[in-house]
């Protein structure tokens, strides 16, 4: 009991009681420092003190793509929502709905084409806040219509991948979009167009086993957790103890499994560049000043012409 419940009048206490925002300060997984969102949000969600790279939704990583961040959402193929009738604790479908109403996403993957530093790209962002970004029919189907439509455009096709691997509650039909997406990566290697491949954390099992290491140019974030299995599964199975940092993105880029890893501040002109040079295509160059004319000068009145008598 205190002073505010027992001596202040209710309609005066609700006017002191202010609701505290539940996501106003994040807390740096590596530091434990205390970070004000709104301040993370503008540095890409890339904590300040320690360059820790926190997870980025789908809409905010479309947004950090594109110019002006604007793009076409692409319109992706309808599939069954529930097609085993799968049920464990829950109901699959009450997941389902729960994941949309959370995310606003329709499922893990969001696909949109618009202009990468004035070239035309075809994107596709896992979010691993839809159920982990798990693989399943739908998202399959984003993945390998985003493939067809950079086919049908000409353009590269890159991908953020982030995902706990296949769902579950798909069952044979989650892990046929393994194979399926892996012809749709052929399709574009056949077409001649880059398929680029973002790595970020996490990214493991069936994505990791399929498309996410099939890329002409493999990135990954800093400190991305990359592999297939889980390390303890690993050491249960070899019976050994695993260096330090395995399955992160240094290890992987200084064992060959990973060509770069680039900060996110960096993440769009290595894109842009790469672009460029896969696909052989000119810098675009930043319009030049129109060039300042003098101010004009006062018109001079030209001298009367002197009267000519007319002649006898």
């Not at 009991?1 to 609701?19: A, F, G």
């Not at 539940?22 to 949000?41: A, H």
């Not at 769009?268 to 101010?295: G, N, V, W």
């Amino acid at each position: 009991m205190n002073w505010l419940t027992n001596v202040v009048r209710p309609k005066i206490r609700n006017i002191l009681r202010r609701e505290t925002p539940e996501n106003l300060w994040i807390k740096c997984p590596d530091s434990g420092q205390l970070v004000f969102y709104k301040d993370v949000e503008a540095n890409q969600f890339v904590i300040p003190g320690s360059n820790y790279h926190m997870r980025m939704g789908a809409v905010a990583r479309l947004k950090s793509a594109f110019d002006n961040e604007t793009w076409f959402d692409v319109a992706l193929p309808e599939v069954t929502p529930d097609p085993l009738k799968f049920r464990d604790e829950r109901r699959y479908a009450d997941r389902i709905k729960d994941a949309r109403a959370r995310t606003g996403l329709n499922d893990a993957v969001k696909v949109g084409y618009g202009k990468l530093e004035g070239m035309g790209v075809v994107i596709a962002v896992q979010d691993f806040d839809f159920m982990g970004g798990s693989l399943g029919m739908a998202a399959g189907e984003a993945i390998v219509r985003g493939l067809e439509l950079a086919v049908e455009k000409k353009c590269p096709f890159i991908v953020f991948a982030a995902s706990g691997g296949a769902r579950m509650q798909e069952g044979i039909l989650s892990l046929m979009q393994m194979p399926r997406t892996t012809v749709a990566v052929q399709m574009l290697r056949e077409a001649r167009q880059p398929y680029i491949v973002v790595l970020t954390n996490p990214t493991t099992g069936g994505v990791t086993a399929s498309y996410a290491m099939l890329g002409d140019v493999q990135i990954a974030e800093p400190g991305a957790l990359i592999g297939f299995a889980g390390a303890r599964v690993i050491e249960q199975t070899i019976r050994e103890k695993l260096p330090e940092g395995f399955q992160r993105a240094e290890y992987l880029r200084d064992h060959g499994m990973v060509d770069m890893v680039v900060h996110r501040h960096d993440l769009r002109p290595t894109l842009a560049r790469l672009c460029r040079l896969l696909t052989k295509s000119p810098a675009i160059e930043p319009p030049k000043p129109m060039p300042q004319l003098p101010p004009p000068e006062k018109a001079i009145a030209a001298p009367e012409a002197p009267a000519i008598a007319p002649s006898a």
